[in-house]
């Protein structure tokens, strides 16, 4: 499941994510974020809890991103499989590619930009 979210959320959106990606992790879903703190992490952390307290040994935390954003920001620490496209637009064409759902948590710029796409896209099926 892609997750999309700012990096600077406040608390209450933070825990709300974290309580998503855990439910997301009892299923046994696996879940792909842009790899940074906030929206990003808070699905990946919950994951973690859900997978293991189901004893599923082998979740995917896979973070895709440029090398403009890891040149700001790195990957958190719960990312187990990075990919780093050539340039934004393939990195959202990723996103759509690999993702079974998606999820928009509350963001920025960035987020109503990857939203944007995702309707672009949808538009012209």
């Known amino acids: 499941i892609v997750c999309w979210g700012g990096h600077s959320i406040n608390q ?24 940074g703190p906030g929206a990003m992490k808070g699905p990946m952390k919950g994951a973690t809890i859900g997978h293991a307290k189901q004893r599923h040994k082998t979740g995917r935390y896979i973070g895709i991103s440029e090398p403009s954003i890891i040149a700001a920001e790195p990957p958190n620490a719960i990312v187990n ?35 944007l796409y995702l309707l672009g896209i949808l538009m012209n099926e």
Not at 86 to 108: C, S, T
Request: with cysteine; aromatic share 8%.
């Open 12 to 35: 209450v959106e933070y825990k709300y994510t974290k309580e998503v990606g855990y439910q997301l992790g009892l299923r046994d879903m696996n879940i792909c974020t842009g790899c």
């Open 81 to 115: 499989e990075l990919i780093i496209m050539p340039d934004i637009e393939k990195r959202l064409e990723a996103f759509v590619r690999l993702g079974h759902g998606i999820i928009v948590f509350p963001g920025g710029v960035g987020t109503a930009e990857e939203l």
